[in-house]
């Protein structure tokens, strides 16, 4: 599963509560990356990191921000959810090994499922 | 940025039939497009991929192809199974960051 891990897998809040979703990797990949899920619209890139405190936005950014203080964790922070934030996050990595693996592929984790009342 | 789009958003096929999924690019720079398998339930998982310098590439009953004059690719699965039916997502990567932009989707129900 290239060590990579989600927190929590699913959680239920409140509308205008913090939200802070973790992503933990073990392989000391460089690049990090958070996406949500919805019907319809694939997957969308929220932010990403290139490394430590190296962040940047993808296409859906309002609302969310992230941090990555060491290499192993990128954390997703929804400062005032939203039900419209309701929704499957996916944290994924980029594989750095060559191979029988592309050196691009992106691993996902096993996604946290988020819901907003 | 870069922009894909993926058709059908549904197909079903016949066990044993072909099927074949198609996408369009906008970024000409695009370097790298991968293809994703979701099934119920499970995290999106690579099941292959081409560069930019390659026309074709193939693994078993799977094969992928790029038209990089079209800006267009396509999946081809031959000899489709029950275990085929899943999401399948098509994606590029942009020239300049090591970003992937995906595809909304194909819903693939194999019928027996």
């Known amino acids: 599963d290239a060590g990579i891990t989600q927190s929590p897998r699913h959680k239920v809040t409140e509308t205008g509560t913090p939200v802070t979703l973790r992503c933990h990797q073990t392989?000391?990949?460089?690049?990090m990356y958070w996406y949500r899920q919805d019907p319809g619209h694939g997957l969308r890139l929220i932010h990403y990191s290139y490394g430590v405190k190296d962040t940047d936005k993808g296409e859906v950014s309002d609302g969310y921000s992230v941090s990555r203080s060491k290499t192993e964790d990128f954390l997703l922070t929804l400062e005032s959810a939203t039900s419209s934030q309701t929704s499957v996050y996916f944290c994924?990595?980029?594989?750095?090994?060559?191979?029988?693996?592309?050196?691009?592929?992106?691993?996902f984790g096993p996604g946290t499922r988020l819901t907003v009342l | 940025g870069e922009n894909v789009e993926q058709h059908p958003s549904t197909l079903s096929v016949q066990e044993g039939d072909s099927a074949v999924i198609k996408c369009t690019y906008s970024?000409?720079?695009?370097?790298?497009f991968p293809w994703y398998k979701q099934e119920l339930g499970k995290r999106p998982q690579l099941i292959i991929d081409i560069r930019s310098n390659v026309g074709e590439k193939k693994d078993q009953r799977i094969a992928v192809t790029l038209n990089k004059t079209a800006k267009h690719f396509s999946l081809h699965i031959t000899e489709t199974q029950p275990e085929d039916s899943a999401v399948y997502f098509c994606a590029a990567r942009d020239g300049t960051a090591s970003k992937l932009t995906f595809g909304t989707g194909t819903r693939l129900q194999v019928t027996l």
């Open positions: 970024d000409s720079a695009s370097n790298y």
């Open positions: 392989e000391n990949h460089r690049y």
């Open positions: 994924a990595i980029k594989l750095a090994t060559s191979g029988t693996r592309s050196y691009n592929e992106q691993f």
